[in-house]
């Protein structure tokens, strides 16, 4: 009897777990964000003209 209890204790834990680990990825995959080649390029253009900006400034 005791040996079933603790078999039905962990397998909770264990579906508790799975849950947890589920729960965590549907939230990775909600914020996780795609981005085109051609995206990231634009962003890149962007950081580049800041930083130069920012730099001539700063002469």
């Not at 996780?32 to 580049?48: A, P, R, Y």
């Amino acid at each position: 009897m005791e040996k079933t209890m603790v078999c039905q204790v962990d397998e909770h834990i264990q579906q508790s777990r799975r849950q947890i680990i589920a729960k965590r990825r549907q939230k990775l995959s909600a914020n996780t964000l795609k981005l085109s080649q051609q995206q990231i390029h634009e962003i890149m253009q962007v950081i580049e003209e800041i930083r130069l900006k920012g730099y001539q400034e700063t002469l």
